[in-house]
């Protein structure tokens, strides 16, 4: 079955760096576009990311542009959600998501998700 597997989180200080690492199994990785969502307490689930099929588009949202990256290897079946810069505001639990398509457009379809990893940003 399909499956996701996020890892990576933990407490940094503002200003610090994370790495987090999605690891998909159950379809062909490499067909489809992958996303990062997230969500703090207290809030909604929000996009942050997105990359195409074979890395060549990446997508973000306003808040994280210019401080987070998103990138796949397609021989690993991962993607990544590379965070610098980071803020108390981006504490949330981070959330891996596989849509139904090659590509990532505002009202695609999320499939599937992960269990998330919690990020926690220390002023």
């Known amino acids: 079955q399909v499956q996701l597997v996020e890892s990576g989180g933990g407490l940094v200080q503002a200003g610090g760096s994370l790495r987090l690492s999605c690891a998909a199994s159950g379809r062909t990785f490499s067909n489809y576009a992958m996303g990062w969502f997230r969500q703090a307490p207290g809030k909604e689930r929000e996009f942050v990311a997105a990359i195409s099929w074979n890395g060549g588009s990446t997508y973000y949202t306003d808040s994280v542009k210019g401080r987070f990256t998103m990138s796949r290897d397609n021989a690993k079946n991962t993607v990544y959600l590379q965070m610098s810069s980071l803020k108390p505001k981006d504490t949330a639990v981070y959330y891996c998501?596989?849509?139904?398509?090659?590509?990532?457009?505002?009202?695609?379809?999320?499939?599937?998700w992960g269990q998330g990893t919690q990020v926690t940003v220390s002023s």
């Open positions: 998501a596989w849509p139904g398509s090659k590509d990532y457009y505002e009202d695609v379809r999320w499939d599937y």
